[in-house]
């Protein structure tokens, strides 16, 4: 990867609120690289991934405008744990090359690798520093379930299925913290701009000419 830009990795769990930060950020002129707009570009109609999970899951998989059907899938992948690693193996390179391609073009003082998955998919090795956006976890259930009209056993299993906050909180390098009021985000994202602008700029002079 040619790297022209400072990375900054963001992550946070299911109804953290990592999108409202995110975007936050995105305010102030930082590019955002987004891994789940990654996770649905490489599936798009024609894409030969998109073949593939039809192959695997029926073609009732696909909705009738040739998109693919999500909400079943995601039902699929959280009760059967082979089936999920079966996905990742086919869409991680995938999505990793897209990410790769869309930060080497970044040309913001510094860029946001936005990733749920950071951890998990070694993404974080593409990034200087990472920002984890933390809630206590019924507090992230409740704001999820409030967000999406999801089943809470449903979120649950999602929690589940990734790095526990615990283990995050111990590999991040700074934490947003987001359970107060939300209407303080944007001044405590200034805060963080700041100090990414200086690491950035640091990066920068150490760079060889």
């Known amino acids: 990867m040619k790297k022209t830009s400072y990375i900054v990795g963001l992550t946070g769990g299911i109804g953290c609120g990592k999108s409202t930060v995110a975007a936050a950020f995105k305010s102030l002129g930082i590019h955002s690289v987004d891994a789940d707009y990654a996770s649905r570009a490489v599936i798009q109609p024609g894409m030969p991934a998109l073949k593939d999970i039809g192959d695997r899951f029926g073609r009732d998989i696909i909705l009738p405008n040739g998109q693919l059907d999500r909400a079943k899938l995601r039902q699929i992948i959280f009760q059967k744990v082979d089936e999920k690693t079966w996905l990742e193996t086919l869409l991680h390179p995938l999505i990793l090359n897209w990410i790769i391609e869309q930060l080497g073009v970044a040309t913001s003082p510094y860029v946001l690798l936005e990733s749920p998955l950071l951890f998990e998919t070694d993404q974080d090795q593409l990034v200087d520093t990472v920002l984890l956006v933390d809630l206590p976890v019924p507090l992230q259930l409740q704001r999820a379930a409030l967000r999406d009209d999801n089943d809470p056993a449903q979120i649950q299993r999602i929690i589940d299925s ?4 615990e283990d995050k909180l111990a590999r991040a390098d ?13 001044d405590r994202v200034d805060v963080f701009h700041e100090k990414f602008l200086a690491l950035a700029n640091t990066s920068k002079e150490k760079q060889p000419l």
């Open 162 to 165: 990734q790095m526990s906050r």
């Open 174 to 186: 700074w934490v947003f913290d987001n359970s107060p009021n939300q209407e303080t985000i944007t």
